[in-house]
């Protein structure tokens, strides 16, 4: 039996990608999984599925009154969910900025605190999926990259928040270089050669490597706090 059997945990972003890979992790470590996202037909058959546009406040506490009528307590909330346009500083389009920031910064910081809520006292734990253009800039980085360091700073401020406290929760990122995911296509619109080299050039990570870093956080025994996880494929150079 593994420490996860039987915790109650939310993931963004269930539907695709790294969020339905580590949706199945968790399923398969026992835990009950409510699967966040619009596209609620594709998270994992054995999770719960809750509607949600992360875009809108209001329908984000609308979320969080559906599960709390679900269940009682919440042990684990991992932010995933994101949006990667190639929207540079210098041309890129606002629309696409305030997406970025709603979606990748803002939400972040409201489903933390629904989801504070809700934990036990005795200690939840949050993991945000950051990016490792959360730690340094890529030539591409535009507005992507801002605010996944947006994500950094978050973690770290909350975390500051909860020791104020003297709370138990936990908070904690992972930072993951290019991940084979459909988002990449999303980043590399426009630029799909480049996209083309980078397959032939690259063994990306795949969303399942992800997962095992975010198991490894949220399995580390209680007295261990695990601030970051940051991991590329060997084949990347920056
Ligand atoms: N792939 C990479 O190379 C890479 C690298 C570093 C970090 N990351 C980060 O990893 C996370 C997951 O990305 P991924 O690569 O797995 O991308 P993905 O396959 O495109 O999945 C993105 C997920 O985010 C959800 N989402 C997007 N906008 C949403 C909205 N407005 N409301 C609710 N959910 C929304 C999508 O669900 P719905 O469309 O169903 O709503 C989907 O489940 C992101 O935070 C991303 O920044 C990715």
Redesign the pocket.
């Known amino acids: 039996m593994s420490m996860l059997t039987g915790k109650v945990a939310l993931v963004?972003?269930?539907?695709?990608?790294?969020?339905?890979a580590i949706a199945e992790a968790l399923l398969e470590r026992g835990a009950t999984v409510f699967g966040?996202?619009?596209?609620i037909g594709?998270i994992p058959e054995a999770a719960t599925p809750i509607s949600?546009?992360?875009?809108n406040p209001e329908r984000i506490a609308h979320a969080f009154e559906i599960l709390r009528h679900a269940t009682p307590t919440l042990d684990i909330l991992v932010n995933?969910?994101?949006?990667?346009y190639l929207s540079s500083l210098l041309e890129g389009e606002v629309k696409e900025w305030n997406e970025m920031w709603e979606?990748?910064v803002r939400a972040v910081a409201i489903c933390s605190q629904h989801a504070l809520r809700m934990m036990n006292p005795e200690g939840g734990r949050i993991v945000n999926?950051?990016?490792?253009?959360g730690h340094r800039v890529p030539p591409t980085g535009g507005f992507y990259a801002p605010t996944?360091f947006a994500v950094k700073g978050l973690t770290e401020s909350l975390r500051n928040e909860l020791k104020a406290a003297n709370s138990l929760h936990q908070i904690a990122s992972v930072?993951?270089?290019?991940?084979d995911?459909?988002?990449?296509n999303?980043y590399f619109r426009g630029r799909e050669e480049d996209l083309s080299t980078l397959r032939e050039s690259t063994r990306?990570l795949e969303?399942r490597d992800i997962a095992r870093s975010v198991l490894h956080i949220l399995e580390a025994p209680a007295h261990v706090e695990i601030g970051d996880v940051v991991l590329r494929s060997v084949d990347q150079k920056v």
């Open positions: 963004t972003g269930a539907s695709s990608g790294i969020g339905h966040l996202c619009r596209k594709k949600c546009d992360v875009r995933n969910a994101g949006i990667a979606v990748n999926v950051s990016s490792l253009s996944k930072s993951p270089g290019f991940v995911t459909p988002l990449v999303t990306m969303a």
